[in-house]
């Protein structure tokens, strides 16, 4: 059956650092994969989309890699800053039904 | 601004008591989704709709349902809620007409307790 694994750790790190956010998948071809912003009892936020054909995408301090070989996607904040302390989603998909995974904390201390 | 209304937030019930959430949206986005989500698990679709064609997750419970009665809102409605329905309930819309774009726009959720 189809898996989607992301850190179940939280990742903690210091204000200015950059954050490295893994998403891994199995038994799935994905033609897209996104990734989500969720804060404490708020409801998801899109943030990036990468296709399958696609290795690498910015936005800001944001970047997104996917790598079809490995299966598994890479998310990175630089610059990182304690407002960027959230959960964080993928979401794989290969139609207008994304399938989740359970997210990633993510903890950027002053 | 446009965007995707949840009422209410905080919706307390009793076991066996049925409930209804609903959902509202300015987006005009043809795609309406439900998920449930229990802490620091991911996302689990409920239904879909494209336009008012409705798609059930085949491990759905019965004891959820859905209705839209129009583009704009949704409403899902747990017949009798148990304790294990406490949760947090989001709703997504999603543009599939002639500009697709690529993301879902959520609510921000309603938490359900269950007593």
């Known amino acids: 059956s189809q898996k989607i694994e992301q850190n179940s750790e939280a990742l903690n790190i210091q204000e200015g650092k950059t954050a490295t956010l893994t998403c891994n998948y199995t038994?799935?071809?994905?033609?897209?994969l996104q990734w989500y912003r969720q804060d404490p009892g708020r409801g998801p936020v899109f943030l990036l989309l990468i296709r399958e054909n696609e290795k690498e995408k910015r936005k800001e301090r944001l970047k997104v890699t996917f790598d079809t070989t490995l299966k598994q996607s890479l998310f990175h904040i630089t610059a990182s800053q304690p407002a960027d302390s959230a959960t964080y989603l993928c979401?794989?998909?290969?139609?207008?039904?994304?399938?989740f995974g359970r997210g990633t904390s993510l903890i950027v201390h002053p | 601004d446009a965007m995707v209304i949840q009422n209410p937030r905080y919706q307390v019930t009793q076991f066996g008591k049925p409930v209804t959430l609903s959902c509202s949206q300015t987006l005009n986005h043809n795609v309406m989704y439900w998920y449930q989500q229990k802490s620091s698990q991911a996302p689990k679709l409920l239904f879909h709709y494209y336009d008012k064609d409705f798609n059930n997750e085949a491990d759905t419970p019965d004891n959820f349902q859905s209705r839209r009665p129009n583009t704009s809102f949704c409403f899902l409605d747990i017949r009798s809620p148990g304790l294990g329905d406490a949760a947090m309930y989001l709703c997504?819309?999603?543009?599939?007409?002639?500009?697709?774009?690529?993301?879902?726009?959520f609510g921000p959720g309603t938490r359900l307790t269950v007593l």
């Open positions: 038994n799935y071809s994905p033609a897209y």
């Open positions: 979401a794989l998909g290969g139609s207008y039904i994304p399938t």
């Open positions: 997504a819309t999603r543009d599939r007409g002639e500009r697709v774009l690529d993301e879902q726009f």
